[in-house]
């Protein structure tokens, strides 16, 4: 059973960073996508980034490019998400997501892609 579990948010002045960490167990992940998303208050889930664990290829949502870095850990079996320069934005809830049968780069950015979804993390940028 495949569990994922972020860590890592909280309340940051505008301009800030942070390090979100999502530990994965119950599978081994290398042919998996990890995927990080957000829901802002009223607004859907979007995409953020993806790592393909093998061979640690990223991807990144055009409003994070620069900023935002994803990275994994074969180690700790965690993937994380370096966020810097926030804005306030950017609150929301962050998710860490799974998808065990990646198709195309194309689905790497679609939530409906990931099967297995950890219970997100409140990311809180001020002002």
């Known amino acids: ?7 890592g948010g ?5 301009g800030g960073s942070l ?38 290829s990223t991807y990144y949502a055009d409003s994070v490019k620069g900023r935002f870095t994803v990275s994994r850990e074969n180690a700790k079996n965690t993937v994380y998400l370096q966020m810097n320069s926030l804005k306030p934005e950017e609150t929301a809830v962050y998710y860490c997501a799974a998808d065990p049968t990646p198709g195309s780069v194309y689905s790497y950015y679609f939530s409906t892609s990931y099967n297995y979804w950890g219970q997100g993390t409140q990311v809180t940028v001020s002002s």
């Open 1 to 7: 059973q495949v569990q994922l579990v972020e860590s």
């Open 10 to 14: 909280r309340l940051v002045q505008a």
């Open 19 to 56: 390090r979100l960490s999502c530990a994965a167990s119950g599978r081994t992940f290398s042919g998996y996508v990890m995927g990080w998303f957000r829901r802002a208050p009223g607004k859907e889930r979007e995409f953020v980034a993806a790592i393909r664990w093998s061979i640690g």
